[in-house]
């Protein structure tokens, strides 16, 4: 059980397009989603979390315009890089948590993002 | 200002011991601590999780230790497998918070 589903697996564009990036709850309502970068040899970085039905919540230094969240259901939350640019270029990874307390995170197999 | 600290990038255990990771954190507030095994180009996968109230996780071949007063907890692996070679990663959280802190991974390579 708890299987995240995230697509696409890689992605190359050129610079300046729009990409979306779908992370899916396949077997349980994920209230909570969270989108993750992770830069080589770093560790995972907490971009932004969001609720169902409600804004996302960004960490400091995230640009809120760049990198649109859309949690519109409690199984589809989607991140979408705004005219991408190389420096975006990064592995993005969402995960998911069911409601109640101390539930654990069930991550996605993460996007390979390169921007050309 | 590293709040979860896993100040081994790397481990290397032969196959059949034990395999010992280490995570340090600074927040007195964090009292609800997961590990997490990542294999190259893939998300992380839950193995296990301890909470204050306790001190000790055991899940099969998987034991998670926590020190409050020493802020430290370790995950244990017995016996270890070639399959468990991966990067490891704490994460901590405050009860009831929303996001977790994750450490910077150690990677574990277990020797046939």
């Known amino acids: 059980g708890a299987v995240v589903s995230q697509h696409p697996s890689w992605v190359i564009c050129k610079s300046g397009t729009s990409v979306k990036i779908e992370c899916r709850s396949l077997?349980?309502?994920?209230?909570?989603m969270f989108w993750y970068r992770q830069f080589p040899k770093q560790s995972l970085m907490l971009m932004a979390t969001?609720?169902?039905?409600?804004?996302?919540?960004?960490e400091q230094g995230v640009e809120k315009d760049k990198f649109l969240i859309n949690h519109a259901s409690l199984t589809l939350s989607t991140l979408t890089v705004t005219s991408a640019h190389p420096e975006d270029s990064s592995f993005y990874i969402c995960?998911?948590?069911?409601?109640?307390?101390?539930?654990?995170?069930?991550f996605g197999d993460g996007t390979r993002l390169s921007i050309l | 200002d590293q709040q979860v600290k896993q100040n081994s990038p790397s481990l290397s255990v032969q196959e059949g011991r034990i395999s010992i990771l280490n995570c340090d954190y600074t927040?007195?507030?964090?009292?609800?601590f997961l590990w997490y095994k990542k294999y190259p180009a893939e998300g992380p996968t839950f193995l296990i999780s301890?909470?204050?109230?306790?001190d000790k996780n055991e899940d099969g071949r998987f034991t998670v230790f926590l020190n409050k007063s020493a802020k430290h907890l370790s995950l244990h692996i017995v016996p270890s497998q070639p399959g468990d070679s991966a990067v490891y990663f704490c994460?901590?959280?405050?009860?009831?918070?929303?996001?977790?802190?994750f450490g910077p991974g150690t990677r574990l390579s277990v020797l046939p």
């Open positions: 994460a901590a959280s405050a009860r009831y918070g929303q996001n977790f802190v």
């Open positions: 301890i909470s204050s109230i306790k």
């Open positions: 969001s609720n169902e039905g409600s804004k996302a919540t960004y």
């Open positions: 927040n007195s507030m964090f009292d609800y």
């Open positions: 995960s998911a948590r069911a409601t109640g307390a101390d539930q654990p995170q069930h």
């Open positions: 077997d349980f309502q994920a209230t909570t």
